[in-house]
């Protein structure tokens, strides 16, 4: 595997061999600015090294992959060899689609057989808690898939476009009780995720937002399991997202 940057700890053999990707191959455009979000500060730390540390820092996790923008790889690779992480073994470059990315991952770990999990998680979510971390890994001793998810708290409404011709207009209320929000880590056994990626690449209408989204549609013989998300583990996805995240994390420092 090229780009190696640190060894890894001992894994623990006991229980299955479990590797983290930390997908960092967008460029924030939604955010803006002069370059991707997940290489700006958020508390004396960059959001890149946040999420990457969630892992790191977890026993459940053996191995911790990133995948980043093919331009930033050696500025990548020396953030994270500064940040004192342990379990990063390698820096790989994405795709140009988060769904490129997360295939990058599957092509990284071909010829791996050790690898028996997989969590994928967005580097654009940097408050991501141990407690998460450890919900999916445990939920992930009973499924084959397992996805983060809060409830949705809105009323969530399906729009068309007006018959004016000028704006939306709402065309059906959704019941919300039976809606979700899907947030990351989503994990799975690797030979579930592997599969339902090969399904859908031979599907040419294939197009997905999530991993969990890809089961679902191509193995849907595999259960996608549900576990409890938490509100705090937001997407920097807009401006202004990082502030709300600064305002998060220093109410986490006052209650650590
Ligand atoms: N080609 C891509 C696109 C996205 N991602 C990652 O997937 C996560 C969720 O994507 P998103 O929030 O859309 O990030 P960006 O693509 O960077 O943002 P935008 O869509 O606004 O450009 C992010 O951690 C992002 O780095 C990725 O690894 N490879
Ligand atoms: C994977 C995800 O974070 C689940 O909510 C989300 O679908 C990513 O969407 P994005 O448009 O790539 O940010």
Do not use: W
Request: charged content about 25%; glycine content about 10%; aromatic content about 2%.
């Amino acid at each position: 595997m090229p780009h190696h940057t640190a060894t890894t700890t001992d894994p623990d053999t006991t229980r299955p061999y479990t590797i983290a990707a930390v997908l960092a191959g967008g460029v924030g455009a939604r955010v803006g600015g002069t370059e991707p979000k997940q290489f700006l500060p958020l508390g004396g730390r960059t959001v890149l090294e946040r999420a990457v540390s969630a892992f790191d820092g977890e026993p459940g996790v053996d191995e911790v992959l990133v995948l980043t923008v093919e331009e930033h790889l050696s500025r990548t690779e020396r953030l994270v060899a500064e940040a004192g992480l342990n379990k990063v073994s390698a820096v790989l470059t994405g795709g140009a689609t988060r769904t490129a990315t997360s295939l990058a991952v599957l092509d990284a770990l071909r010829g791996r057989p050790g690898t028996e999990r997989i969590l994928l998680h967005d580097a654009a979510r940097p408050l991501v808690s141990g407690r998460t971390v450890r919900r999916c890994l445990e939920a992930l001793d009973h499924a084959g898939a397992v996805g983060t998810a809060v409830p949705a708290t809105d009323t969530v409404v399906r729009v068309e476009p007006s018959g004016s011709g000028t704006g939306e207009v709402i065309r059906e209320v959704v019941p919300r009780s039976a809606l979700r929000r899907m947030q990351t880590p989503q994990g799975f056994r690797l030979e579930v995720l592997r599969r339902a990626y090969d399904l859908a690449l031979a599907d040419p209408g294939f197009t997905a937002t999530d991993d969990c989204g890809v089961v679902l549609d191509y193995t849907p013989e595999h259960e996608v399991r549900i576990v409890e998300g938490e509100d705090t583990n937001l997407k920097i996805t807009n401006p202004g997202d990082l502030e709300i995240a600064e305002t998060l994390l220093r109410r986490r420092g006052a209650h650590e």
